[in-house]
Antibody
Framework: EVHLVESGGGLVQPGGSLRLSCTAS????????MNWVRQAPGKGLEWVSY????????YYADAVKGRFTISRDNAKNSLFLQMNSLRAEDTALYYC?????????????????WGQGTLVTVSS | DIQMTQSPSSLSASVGDRVTITCRAS??????LNWYQQKPGKAPKLLIY???NLQGGVPSRFTGSGSGTDFTLTISGLQPEDCATYSC????????FGGGTKVEIK
């Protein structure tokens, strides 16, 4: 059974840093692309970052580009999000999500498994 | 960036009703549209991918349709366990989500 478990969230002051982790089990981690998606309190979902299975292709949302760094350790079945220069608007529940391709069209992506999220609060 | 607009933002319906949620893209996204269900305090769950394809294990009362810019999610025969927020996601370009539609039981 697929499991994704996030950790590392907490309360941090503006300008501070946090490193989120997502530990995967139940599937061949290196074979799947992964994403971070966040949800501010009472708000909708917002895509944050993507990393390919090998870690060689990475994308970021404009809102976090230059401040956040996504990475993965396939030997440890782990995904990471290093978050620097945090702002109040980064306050959210952060989910890791596994990406799979449409079976009929490899250009399409779907997030088929999600963790339960880890809460990041940026406040003084 | 492609903007995704959902309507309504919330709705209340009775058990057994047919419920329709609309998602509109600011430009054509072909059929690169997914629907997710999120219950309070839980992670999102994939319902529909590719606009109309039911994810494994999802009840057949959920159907998706549309292509281009206009999409719908229909729940045929609303059940109490369908109380949730439903969000669309475009994956044609940089992924983006709609604002969500909260479905409540009357």
């Amino acid at each position: 059974e697929v499991h994704l478990v996030e950790s590392g969230g907490g309360l941090v002051q503006p300008g501070g840093s946090l490193r989120l982790s997502c530990t995967a089990s139940g599937f061949t981690f290196s074979s799947f692309e992964m994403n971070w998606v966040r949800q501010a309190p009472g708000k909708g979902l917002e895509w944050v970052s993507y990393i390919s299975g090998s870690g060689t292709t990475i994308y970021y949302a404009d809102a976090v580009k230059g401040r956040f760094t996504i990475s993965r350790d396939n030997a440890k079945n782990s995904l990471f999000l290093q978050m620097n220069s945090l702002r109040a608007e980064d306050t959210a529940l952060y989910y890791c999500a596994r990406e799979d391709r449409y079976p009929h069209d490899s250009s399409g992506q779907k997030y088929d498994y999600w963790g339960q999220g880890t809460l990041v609060t940026v406040s003084s | 960036d492609i903007q995704m607009t959902q309507s309504p933002s919330s709705l209340s319906a009775s058990v057994g009703d047919r419920v329709t949620i609309t998602c509109r893209a600011s430009q054509s996204i072909s059929s690169y549209l997914n629907w997710y269900q999120q219950k309070p305090g839980k992670a999102p769950k994939l319902l529909i991918y590719g606009a109309s394809n039911l994810q494994g294990g999802v009840p057949s009362r959920f159907t998706g349709s549309g292509s281009g810019t206009d999409f719908t999610l229909t729940i045929s025969g609303l059940q109490p366990e369908d109380c949730a927020t439903y969000s669309c996601q475009q994956v044609y370009t940089t992924p983006g989500f709609g604002g969500g539609t909260k479905v409540e039981i009357k």
